[in-house]
């Protein structure tokens, strides 16, 4: 099993571990609601970019795990990954026009950045592009981890609970070290990646 292949059955997972207590607590909360709609609809979408570009399967994790490290990952991405949902659910607070503004802002933001970076850069590769710097890519060099912590980041707003900002801070940490280690990568693969580098931010346009 690849770790793709993992992580799409932590989606069904996590499909499965809102849907479940949401339909036992009923789905009258506004909050709630809303909150469904973005992160259900998120993992019902990583499930079918696999249909939709097959070279997925061909770029993106594509290291073998164990029957451990699949557990771990169901669990982490699969379980964990529903932290704010349910936190939402406990919520009683009804939520207010500016927070779902704002949620629905950095997820529609957030998803689009992440896509459009994910398929630019795999149908580059593809046609043999080697470094890609245009397009999605030309000002960050990571925008597809900004896109992600955007996206993670609405969840944790539309929950409602400063506990939900575990999963982006999680997810950052967990990115950090890819972040850094792609840096080194590209440095020695590409000439023109000082270039690249030079004129372009790291993660947060204006800040790094």
Known sequence: MTQLQAINIA?????????????????????????????????LWWLLEEVLFPWRTTQLFTEVVGPPQAVAVVLYVGVFYALPGWLAMA?????????????????????????????????????????????????????????????YSSFAVIAGSPWAWLLPASVLALYLPRMIGKEASMAERYPGFEAYRQSSWWLLPGLI
Do not use: M
């Open 91 to 151: 919520n009683p607070v009804p939520i207010g026009p500016v927070t779902i503004a704002l949620g629905l802002s950095l997820y529609i933001f957030g998803s689009l950045l992440n896509t459009a970076a994910d398929v630019q850069k795999g149908t580059a590769k593809v046609l043999g592009a080697t470094l890609v710097a245009d397009g999605a890519w030309r000002r960050v060099r990571h925008v597809n981890y900004l896109g992600d912590l955007l996206r």
């Open 11 to 43: 989606k069904v997972t996590t499909i499965v571990a809102l849907l479940v207590p949401a339909l036992v607590l009923g789905l009258e909360s506004e909050r709630v609601a809303i909150y469904l709609a973005l992160h259900i609809s998120y993992c």
